[in-house]
């Protein structure tokens, strides 16, 4: 008989894993949510050291009660009953179950999947996008995988989940480039894989934003991304002005799944929209939870409240909300 | 029935075969398919059945088998066993052991088989040099890393002809394309990087080296950071450097190791590659722009030379030899087009031309071409060069196919006709001009043109049918002279003539459509179309044209519906209420779907027409919602009555199992999990069941009667209705703007959102006339629920899309662009790329409906290797030829025979390398089906033992036909394990195993060959890329895939109901594995079915261990 319960996951949770607190098992149910979030104060910086008790979270009103707790890319810990707190250790019993074989301690820093435009859209930045991707991937915290995924047409994985920093790099330096751009359907596909993951993801594309090719809606594929909790970056090359739709669409997508959108024509604004993002992947907060009794079967809303004073001063960016899987 | 007739052929089978105790049981047990009992049963025996048994079911124990057996003193056994080791280390690539096997066998007294020792003299040919490793070649120049090195100048040539060049915007010049210029800069980048390499390697010893600044200056990158651990490459020269990178050079590797001090090394010398004739015969032709010019870059440099390269290395060696020998070179670059298009099935044998038709219309040939056939290299040069290729193109026709159809129009009086109607008076534009071949209406005629018993066409209607349309044509008149001649027309060859003379012409050839839509329709029918009703549906042609595959797929429904389905859709059209017609269209067309399904599936237990016949008159006659619903609701219930449902059954439950294939499946296993992933697919689109709607409709009139409202039935229909969010909630007033189409679409979403049901029924209270009024609420949700119904029958493998948009379903749209009049048309993909849309949907009929979905699904497969794409026009005809066909009807013993037929020409063509008298008849079968050259490629393989390359050229599909040809004709060898089986089985089971039941169980639907989706096996040589259809028709003569799966199934021992799922899957596998260099490039659609084989063995291997 197998000894822990692995089981499907809905809104973005956990696939397969069993964690364990000591000696009791941390059983990952099927509808756990995992929310990521930043903070930050009146002048935009960063808020760090916050704990658990200064968070309230809510679900269409309702009080939710906390599971685990993270800060940056430092190891989870579980909350118990009664408010205190265990370190958490993990143990992957599900590892030829899951597809892309996240890394045992999967909860440990975050699962990045790079999206590459290859497509005739970036024919001319190719090679210094390629550049600025290379210097992100090797900025990565260690905690962090990094997964290498190209699209034009189709799909194409470069480079799967890993922690060798040359192994990804290796994978972006053999995209080839050329064809028609389906962004959106590249971008679906990608969700895909990474809500198969344990753990922390998001995934950050890399594209200058027109799309020739996707059967998918932008709206759609944003949907995929907030029920699996999966924040989405853009990095886009066009300018803001030059594509006034295709800025909105990437701005709306990152906003509501709680990433961000960034316009970075040259070399140097993408790699400072880069080191913006490696910046918020190590000062965002993780918390997972049971969502209490809801009847709501459609789109739950989620609010994060600081419950203390400094509630008016500070910001928590995170994703609006998401709708529990039927099955 | 069916049963007892297994029983008794079971019976028969054994009575008739002279087996020994266990060998009978394992016989039986086979045929019923328990491979595994069997297995047991023959294993036992351990005798020359067990080891005929694992070589029957490919299992790589036959050989040790055999071995034991070649060590019986009985002399017969011993060299039947060792002329089966021989076959079987041939078809292993093992050459040396069959010599071995061979020189045993002649030692036991064996006669008959050797090997050749006179092998014939190899294709004169010349070697030129590629600067840099041939990976990186490849790349750049889009071709597969799969070639043989022979094949690469070809397959480049085929890429520099189809992309090297476009017209140059202000002289009738050709300008380069990018492709071309970033392959010519390659070429120049790896020019410098040879002169970096010594001793063909490019050694980077230390990271501050003179050696790394050249290195890098070539590459276009520069350091930053010092010498160690920050070191990183960075981009300083943008062109070179994306050379760098698209050509796959290791740059990361040389980062780390100038990052670690570790040394550098890359193996990087030039690629020695073959080419036709040697580099000189092409030199010859002109002077190099440069005397310094690599031969690679002066052959790209031209592209009628790159073409002339491909209509030689199209003809077979001797051929192109004599040809060569007799045309001066720049004569042959003249018509260079001609033979790359229409070459392909040009064979000179001994000095002479088999012409189409031979002897008989030899004479013709000799009239129409100018040179006697005998002739060869003159009748060919002359026949190239004629009438700008038309001639070649209708020589080309005649010479693919076979049978009456040959005999007829090669009849000298005809051959001439046909060809001068084709030829008309202005040859120019010729066929071959174009980028695609012209000819598409010429090969479809030829190849499709139904021949009655009495030899002569078969005309649908009669000839006063075909003589008014072309007189008193509704639209304007095809051709003033055909108009004019058709007053006289008595004859089918008239009519045929017409046919031929509108082959030629670029624009829409409506009369070959008609015709050729209306001979399939009535192949099927036990009596074909009275010419009445032939007369409505040429008069209906345009509005309802498309329409007609679907009678060609029922061709049990009678006359009186198929007009009756006219007169309705005519009907419908009529409904001025734009919502209410989209809904009824719908409603109409979902149910005509369903039981197009159904009869496909043969699940219907009455008379097509008894099923069919209230769908077809109650929908065309509803004037307003509620009537649609009664109609619509009645009709799906009749259906699932037609099919022997229950009338108290689940209709949501019993619809999905039957469409899941079966009504009482023999695999549950199978069917549940089938029905499970359609059930996934319905919620995916948040659509209201069968149940709910029927449940509520039957609740409304309680209130009336002093009963309640079924609260949670209503409150179930309201919660999927709150399901579905606005297709565009969050977009913006410019996005919103930036539609352009889809305004009925979003209204029918917009409107069923807004239903508040359960408030409807509280307003309605008790009152009896409202609630009845009600029902017209749940009209528009029936009619997406049935519409939804055949979206998920045919869901592609992983179905994204359906996944993904939950309003695909409801937002087809059935009344298209304004103005466009798409309800009754083919359905397309419309609104693909449009970032503010709400994502693609499909537009039109569904009548058309699976190519549409897997042509809406391709683009989310996932090739497996990083430059390799989706093939646009043949992957979704595959994923069509994997969805449409359902394997519940298809025996055990239905799936072995398939399977030995395919392995039953593998093993004669392995057969035929040793023995002499059997490799004729082996390659002239194989001619049937492929072109001369390939099947003189193949006997050249099997003259000289290289069973593998040989068997590489032959497709699942000729090996197939290759043993059904010779085997019919008694050629086949009947000591073969295979053929032998194959014998046995069709003696038993006759009819079961009847040309007609294996076409039916293992073919494809051929929507464009065919004019239907009921699948099918037509034995086509594999057609090229057309004008008007790429590469639809290829794939769909393309039979290979199914055959090939039917034969690794029966491998595996798996049970027929299983293909319903494997198929699937293992098409998806091979798409995502295909890595094609152009858009006739099947042999890569070849390596990766093979290469999903090779991947499902070992994945049996090692869960199976070798057993079944």
């Known amino acids: 008989m197998r000894k822990f319960f692995a089981l499907t996951l809905v809104a973005a949770a956990v696939v397969g894993l069993t964690l364990y607190a000591q000696d009791a098992v941390f059983r990952v149910k099927v509808d756990m949510v995992v929310l990521s979030f930043t903070v930050t104060d009146s002048k935009g910086k960063y808020v760090n050291g916050l704990k658990h008790t200064d968070f309230r979270v809510l679900e269409d009103g309702i009080v939710q009660k906390l599971a685990t707790f993270a800060e940056g890319n430092r190891p989870p810990i579980q909350i118990l009953d009664d408010g205190s707190t265990k370190p958490l250790a993990i143990a992957d019993n599900t590892a030829k179950e899951n597809e892309l074989k996240g890394p045992s301690d999967a909860f440990v820093g975050t699962n990045v999947f790079v999206l590459f435009d290859t497509s005739n859209y970036m024919y001319r930045s190719f090679v210094y996008a390629s550049d600025a991707i290379a210097d992100f991937v090797r900025g990565l915290d260690k905690a962090d995988s990094v997964a290498v995924y190209t699209f034009s047409r189709n799909l194409t994985r470069a480079a799967d989940l890993t922690r060798d920093r040359n192994f990804a790099i290796a994978g972006l330096r053999k995209a080839v480039a050329g064809d028609d751009s389906a962004l959106y359907n590249g971008l679906l596909l990608t969700l895909r894989d990474a809500a198969k993951v344990p753990g922390r993801k998001v995934v950050i594309v890399f594209s200058n934003g027109p799309d020739n090719g996707s059967m998918v809606a932008p709206d759609d594929v944003r949907a995929v991304a907030e029920d699996e909790g999966i924040p989405i970056y853009v990095i886009s090359t066009a300018e803001v002005n030059k594509d006034p739709i295709s800025s909105g669409v990437f701005r709306r997508i990152a906003g509501r799944t709680g990433g961000k959108a960034y316009f970075a ?63 | 029935m069916r049963t007892v007739c297994n029983l008794v052929c079971v019976a ?75 076959v079987v280390s041939l078809l292993a690539g093992k050459k040396a052991e069959a010599e071995g096997w061979l020189g045993k066998y002649v030692a036991a007294g064996g006669t008959g088989w050797s090997f050749n020792t006179t092998p014939r003299p190899p294709v004169s040919s010349g070697i030129t040099e590629i600067p840099g490793p041939i990976r990186s070649f490849s790349r750049m120049a889009a071709l597969s890393p799969d070639l043989e090195p022979g094949e690469l100048l070809g397959a480049l040539a085929r890429n520099i002809v189809t992309n090297g060049y476009q017209a140059a915007g202000n002289n009738e010049g050709l300008d380069q394309t990018e492709y071309l210029k970033l392959v010519y800069r390659y070429l120049s980048q790896a020019k410098e990087l040879e002169k970096l390499a010594k001793e063909n390697q490019i050694v980077i010893e230390q990271c501050d080296s003179v050696q790394t600044g050249e290195l890098l200056k070539a590459l276009g990158y520069r350091m930053r950071g010092a010498c160690g651990g920050d070191l990183v490459l960075e981009t300083v020269n943008a062109s070179r450097a994306f050379l760098t990178i698209d050509s796959g050079f290791p740059l990361s590797e040389l980062e780390t190791a100038l990052k670690t001090g570790r040394p550098f090394s890359y193996a990087y010398s030039p690629t020695k590659v073959p080419v036709l004739y040697g580099p000189n015969y092409w030199t010859d032709m002109k002077e190099k722009d440069k005397p310094e010019q690599l031969f690679i870059e002066f052959f790209m440099s031209d592209p009628q030379l790159c073409r002339l390269y491909l209509g030689l290395s199209k003809l077979d060696p001797s051929t192109a030899e004599d040809l060569k020998k007799a045309m001066p070179v720049a004569r042959l670059r003249a018509f260079s087009h001609v033979l790359d298009f229409f070459g ?16 008989r219309s030899a004479s013709v040939w000799t009239d129409m071409v100018g040179v006697n056939p005998d002739n060869g290299p003159a009748f060919l040069e002359r026949l190239i060069s004629k009438d700008d290729g038309w001639l070649a193109a209708y020589f080309e026709s005649l010479s693919r196919i076979s049978g009456p159809t040959l005999t007829y129009l090669t009849e000298p009086i005809r051959l001439r006709r046909f060809y001068l109607a084709l030829r008309g008076k202005v040859t120019s534009p010729g066929p071959a001009r174009p980028v695609f071949r012209a000819s598409t209406d010429l090969m479809l005629l030829t190849s499709r043109l139904r021949m009655e018993a009495n030899g002569k066409p078969h005309i649908p209607g009669t000839i006063e049918t075909w003589r008014s349309l072309f007189v008193n044509h509704p639209h304007g008149k095809y051709d003033g002279k055909l108009t004019k001649s058709a007053a006289g027309w008595k004859e089918p060859d008239d009519l045929i003539e017409a046919l031929f003379a509108l082959s030629r012409k670029a624009v829409d050839n409506e009369p070959l459509k ?48 198929i007009v009756q389905y006219l007169t309705g859709a005519a009907a419908i059209n009529g409904i001025g209420d734009v919502q209410l017609r989209a809904d009824v269209v719908g409603s109409y067309q979902a149910l005509t779907a369903l039981t197009q399904i159904f009869c496909r599936n043969r699940l219907l237990t009455v008379s097509l027409d008894a099923a069919i016949e209230p769908i077809l008159t109650a929908i065309p006659a509803v004037r307003n919602s509620r009537d649609l619903f009664d109609a619509a609701r009645n009709g799906a219930r009749h259906l699932l009555r037609s099919a022997g449902v229950d009338e108290k059954a689940d209709p949501q439950a019993a619809m999905l199992g039957l469409l899941a294939g079966a009504m009482r499946p023999r695999d549950e296993q199978t069917h549940t999990i089938l029905v499970a992933d359609m059930q996934k697919v319905f919620d995916a689109q948040r659509l209201v069941s069968l149940k709910v709607i029927f449940d509520i409709d039957d609740n409304l009139e309680a209130p009336s009667n002093g009963g309640k409202t079924n609260v949670a039935l209503v409150n179930r229909l309201n919660s999927r209705i709150i399901d579905q969010q606005p297709p565009r909630s969050s977009l913006s007033g410019a996005e919103r703007n930036a539609m352009a189409f889809g305004y009925w679409v979003d209204k029918h979403i917009e409107n069923e959102r807004k239903t508040n049901f359960r408030a409807v029924l509280d307003k309605a209270g008790t009152d ?102 989706i093939w646009g026009d043949l992957v979704p005809q595959m994923i069509v030829s994997a969805k449409v066909p359902r394997y519940w009807r298809v025996t055990p013993a239905q799936l072995h025979y398939a399977a030995l037929h395919y392995r039953a020409g593998e093993s004669l063509l392995a057969q035929a390398a040793v023995d002499a008298e059997l490799r004729p008849r082996v390659i002239h079968a194989l001619m049937r089906f492929a072109p001369p050259a390939r099947a003189e490629a193949v006997n050249a393989h099997l003259e000289s033992g290289r069973v593998p390359e040989a068997i590489d050229l032959v497709t699942p599909a000729e090996a197939f036909n290759l043993a059904a040809t010779l085997i019919q004709a008694n050629e086949g060898d009947g000591s073969s394990p295979q053929v032998s089986e194959i014998n046995r089985l069709r003696q038993a089971l006759p009819q079961e195993l009847s040309a007609a039941a294996i076409s039916q169980a293992f073919g494809t639907p051929k929507p464009t060959l065919a004019n239907s989706y009921q699948p099918q096996l037509l034995s086509l040589r594999t057609f090229p890329t057309l004008m008007g259809y790429s590469s639809r028709i290829l794939a769909e003569s393309w039979e290979s895939s199914n055959i090939y799966f039917a034969a690794l199934a029966d491998e595996f021992g798996m049970r027929p109901a299983e293909l319903n799922i494997q198929i699937p899957q293992w098409t998806k596998l091979a798409v995502e594995k295909i890595f094609a260099t152009h858009l006739e490039d099947w042999p890569a659609l070849l390596r990766s079915l093979r290469l999903v084989g090779q991947e499902m063995r070992q994945s049996a291997k090692q869960s199976q261990q070798g057993s079944f």
């Open chain 2, 514 to 561: 008609m015709f050729l839509s209306l001979s399939d329709m009535n192949r099927g029918r036990k009596e074909p179309i009275t010419a009445a009703t032939a007369d409505r549906m040429i008069k209906d042609w345009k509005l309802f044209g498309h329409q007609y595959t679907a009678f060609a797929e029922m061709p049990e429904i009678s006359e009186k519906l």
């Open chain 2, 344 to 359: 392909g099935m040009l064979q000179i044998r001994n000095g002479k031309v088999a012409v189409p038709g031979d002897p």
């Open chain 1, 265 to 327: 024509k040259t070399w140097q604004k993408q790699v400072e929209a880069f080191e913006s993002i490696r910046e918020d992947l190590g000062n965002s907060y993780t918390i997972t939870y049971y969502p209490q009794t809801n009847p709501n079967e459609g789109f739950r809303k989620i609010a994060v409240e600081i419950k203390s004073d400094l509630a008016k001063k500070y910001r928590v960016r995170a994703r609006p909300g998401y709708r529990p899987r039927t099955s």
């Open chain 2, 12 to 86: 028969v089978l054994i009575s008739a075969s002279l087996v020994r105790g266990d060998v009978r049981k394992a016989r039986e047990l086979e045929l019923a398919g328990s491979i595994r009992a069997a297995e047991q049963e023959y294993r036992a025996d351990g005798g020359m059945a067990w080891a005929e048994f694992l070589e029957r079911r490919h299992h790589p124990g036959a050989a040790a088998a055999y071995e034991k057996l070649a060590a019986a003193t009985d002399a017969g056994v011993k060299r039947q066993a060792l002329k089966r080791l021989i």
């Open chain 2, 768 to 869: 009896a006339v409202k609630l009845k009024e009600a029902r017209g609420l749940l009209a528009s949700f029936l009619r997406d629920t049935l519409v939804g119904l055949t979206y998920i029958h045919y869901a592609p493998p992983g179905a994204q899309v359906l996944f993904t948009n939950p309003h695909f379903v409801r937002s087809h749209d059935f009344l298209g662009v304004q103005g466009s009049n798409q309800t009754w048309r083919t359905t397309e993909v419309f609104g693909t790329g449009w970032p503010s849309s709400a994502g693609g949907r499909l537009v039109g009929s569904l009548v058309s409906l699976p190519y549409a979905l897997a042509e809406a699904e391709q683009n989310f497969l996932i090739p497996t290797r990083e430059q390799a794409l």
